[in-house]
């Protein structure tokens, strides 16, 4: 059984930066696509950034790109989500994911069957 885990999140300023990181468990996850997902109370869940597990090959929202970075490492297993220059739009919970394949499909929510518990980011102006 998948088990993702998110921590990292808090209350910056904005322009801070943050790590949110996101252990993995219960599988081997060579082939998996691990996604970063946000959602604001109301709203639809968004994407953010993708990573293939195994390739390192990233996709990130055009609302992010040049701001976050994923990245994972392989021993631990952990992905991470660097997130620089935030902003207040940027406050919300953030989700890790998982799926078992890589496609033009996985910046859709619902392509993921694991989720993590999620982490609050907040970042004040």
């Known amino acids: 059984q998948v088990q993702l885990a998110e921590s990292g999140g808090g209350l910056v300023q904005a322009g801070d930066s943050l790590r949110l990181s996101c252990s993995a468990s219960?599988?081997?996850?060579?082939?998996?696509?691990m996604g970063w997902f946000r959602q604001a109370p109301g709203k639809e869940r968004e994407f953010v950034a993708a990573?293939?597990?195994?390739?390192?090959?990233?996709i990130y929202a055009d609302s992010v790109k040049g701001r976050f970075a994923v990245f994972r490492d392989n021993v631990e297993p952990t992905v991470y989500l660097d997130m620089i220059n935030l902003k207040p739009k940027d406050t919300t919970v953030y989700y890790c994911?998982?799926?078992?394949?890589?496609?033009?499909?996985?910046?859709?929510?619902?392509?993921?069957?694991?989720w993590g518990q999620g982490t609050q980011v907040t970042v004040s102006s």
């Open positions: 994911a998982a799926v078992a394949s890589w496609d033009p499909r996985i910046t859709n929510s619902y392509k993921y069957p694991y």
């Open positions: 219960g599988h081997t996850f060579s082939g998996y696509a």
């Open positions: 990573i293939n597990w195994s390739r390192g090959d990233t």
